[in-house]
């Protein structure tokens, strides 16, 4: 197989061998797949071709393989790179470990590239970033094949009632619940569903769609933690520690 400029983006790389690189790529038409980027770690007049290979920036990469891992054959760039810094960087971090622990390789899907994109733009500005986690979280879920009706009972097909209480069920979706609150305290208000329905993901629709999207994606990630979520937690309890410490000074 010979693919040339395939619209991608770099999710993760490391290092492999002396001089290559080790490259996890989203494509357009070819899903995540691995590529080895042979020597592009060397040096040349033009720098190294491995400062091409970042993350958040939309790239034509060309490649070539029949095996599980393909040979990067070119790198162009097409288009600036999003400039992502603080929380916003370690969302975007967020994303693309979601993708590699959860995209098989080699299956496309052309809308979740398109929301990707997206939610990188949404990153990059001054918005809120909750509204464009969520929405990402959304698209991706349904792209796995695990989607539901936020605005529907999935049990009994009935509408969901604003004033009514629901939980997530593996099989069906958001069912109704018989009491407000059940062992595992993971419930949702109809007003707050239908919110997050029609995108809204401001006052109490915006911890309800943080506790849904996490509950459905966790049953897919399994036990292991994202890293990109510890390294945000991580950076929470430095930065504490340090203001605690100046206002002691």
């Known amino acids: 197989m010979r693919v040339k400029l395939q619209p991608s983006y770099v999710l993760h790389s490391r290092a492999y061998r002396d001089t290559s690189l080790l490259v996890e790529v989203f494509t357009a ?29 939309p790239m034509l990469l060309g490649f070539t393989g029949r095996g599980e891992l393909k040979t990067l054959t070119a790198t162009e760039t097409a288009g600036r790179p999003q400039i992502l810094a603080g929380e916003r960087l370690f969302s975007g971090l ?36 909750d509204g464009v986690l969520r929405q990402f979280e959304l698209i991706l879920i349904s792209e ?31 069912v109704a619940a018989e009491q407000k609150r059940d062992q595992d305290q993971v419930m ?41 979520r510890e390294l945000f937690a991580s950076q929470q309890r430095s930065q504490l520690r340090s203001s605690a410490e100046r206002a002691q000074e």
């Open 29 to 57: 038409e070819h899903g995540r797949i691995g590529l080895v980027a042979r020597g592009a770690r060397r040096k040349s007049r033009n720098g190294s071709p491995a400062a091409l290979l970042q993350p958040f920036a």
């Open 94 to 129: 967020y994303l693309n470990e979601l993708l590699v622990r959860l995209l098989h390789r080699h299956d496309a899907h052309p809308k979740l590239f398109a929301a990707y994109g997206d939610a990188l733009n949404g990153l990059a500005s001054s918005g809120e970033i």
């Open 144 to 174: 796995l094949g695990y989607g539901f009706e936020l605005d529907v009972d999935g049990q009994t097909g009935a509408a969901v009632t604003p004033e009514f209480w629901y939980r997530y069920h593996p099989e069906y979706g958001l």
């Open 188 to 228: 949702f208000r109809g007003a707050e569903l239908l919110a997050i329905a029609a995108n809204d993901f401001t006052g109490d629709a915006r911890q309800a769609a943080k506790r849904l999207t996490r509950r459905v994606l966790a049953e897919q990630l399994g036990e292991t933690p994202l890293r990109s």
